[in-house]
């Protein structure tokens, strides 16, 4: 990264206004998956329309997206619609069109907290530090799996082909950040949230599927200062299905920093054909 | 319920066409919350103008539904938009509007299973069987809780105001079904994904606190042939939260059929005043 060049995530979810709620981005082939950009930008993208919006009022407490087809490589636009303004929330309507067709729609919910009683009910994971586990090589022709630094301590991606057996269910648990590392905030995050392998893979590692995420949903339990405490540092991703049933299967993760911040938890539901 | 009076549910979630994408409905008395109705129901209206609808394609995988702004008590309108019918999936943008407001947004998307190779991860609880606890009594003055039978193995809902101990933690695990008896489906599965009182008040149960569901999403793990086979039997809710924090709480919950079915899981982020 050249000292002063953006961020390959910033320029992948730049947006250039066309008009009050429509603005015009492009697929960045830095975030390319095996066909289309990968899911977890187009999840950021539509984030960042509410993000970069005048009319914004609040953070990021949730965000949902549906894949309503394939992305294109190439320009889009999002069409963004603040649908309700509250006092403590604001409700966003989302949609990601490519020529006639929508290719996605989502929407997101803006809150404003204020400090009172909070707990944590959740556990963090145990697991050994980033640190000491080695950063697992990116798959060639994935090519977003090189803009993260992934290092797995359990539940890794298969490489097909070669000798693998099933650790006997689908839980993943792996610390990841950015590479090159970026400060983390509500778009990187969102991100992270769909940066998990999907799921069958680490269920049946000996067999390559076609998979597609259909619907994908987060909730952002931390706020902006959490968020920016933890920096460049990795997050640990903790991951598992439910149940793979007749061609849709489940993903439910958690994101964590490493001083046992709940970043995030996550959910989507993943089509595949088996 | 006399003889061939339809079911309140089917009466509450009732839609009359106003227009090739418009619906006119109307809250229901008997599904009446503390202000205004029910969430659960305002969740199943949401889904059932896509269930009935002429376009209709497949059955429910996902539902988002993300609470704008509070319902009145009395008519509504549901505006429908199937933004995207692929070949094997289906998704629709759905709001639900009074007068000039838009009270909530959603989305659905539809599909066809094909039956292929499949797994259940998540582990059915271990919980006593329906018949031998008894029927948690309804709370009065929120008239919904009446709607359903809801037997509790951990975790009730308290009574504020007399003398209750904090369970240490947020979960509840409750064999709950629709009072009177009404065979399983879509829209009422997807109504007691809401039946769930909020986590705060199992985790603080001495203390009444305003709340509010801001964003509410449910996965259906079940397909029409599984829901059908539950017929009016009770289903196994297991709600838990993962975080209250600032003003902001989630809820991860399963809902399973007797037989270890996985029905439903659901995930939603609410609103609190402590």
């Known amino acids: ?59 990021p407490i949730a965000l949902t997206v549906n894949f309503a087809g394939p992305v294109a490589d190439g320009g889009f636009e999002v069409v963004t619609e603040a649908a309700r303004t509250n006092r403590s929330t604001q409700h966003w309507q989302l949609r990601m069109v490519q020529g006639a067709e929508t290719v996605a729609t989502g929407s997101a919910v803006l809150a404003t907290r204020r400090p009172t009683w909070s707990a944590l009910e959740a556990n963090f994971p145990a697991v050994a530090d980033a640190p000491s586990l080695d950063r697992a090589p990116p798959i060639g022709r994935v090519r977003w799996t090189s803009a993260y630094d992934m290092r797995f301590a359990k539940g890794p991606m298969p490489r097909f082909g070669e000798p693998s057996a099933s650790q006997g269910d689908s839980e993943s648990l792996l610390w990841m950040r950015d590479e090159p590392p970026r400060p983390l905030d509500f778009a990187s995050l969102a991100a992270l949230c769909d940066a998990f392998f999907p799921r069958i893979f680490v269920r049946r590692p000996t067999q390559w599927v076609p998979i597609g995420t259909v619907t994908f949903g987060a909730h952002f339990h931390a706020d902006a200062t959490v968020i920016a405490h933890i920096g460049s540092a990795h997050v640990l991703g ?31 539901l993943v089509y595949y054909k088996a």
């Open 1 to 59: 990264l050249s000292a002063g060049a953006p961020h390959p995530l910033d320029e992948a979810i730049a947006l250039q206004p066309l008009g009050p709620d429509r603005w015009q981005g492009r697929t960045s082939p830095a975030y390319a998956n095996m066909v289309g950009p990968f899911g977890g930008v187009t999840a950021a993208v539509l984030l960042q329309a509410v993000l970069q919006h005048p009319a914004r009022q609040g953070d």
């Open 238 to 268: 903790h991951a598992r299905a439910h149940q793979f049933r007749n061609g849709f299967f489940d993903q439910s993760a958690q994101l964590w920093g490493a001083g046992g911040e709940l970043l995030a938890t996550t959910h989507q």
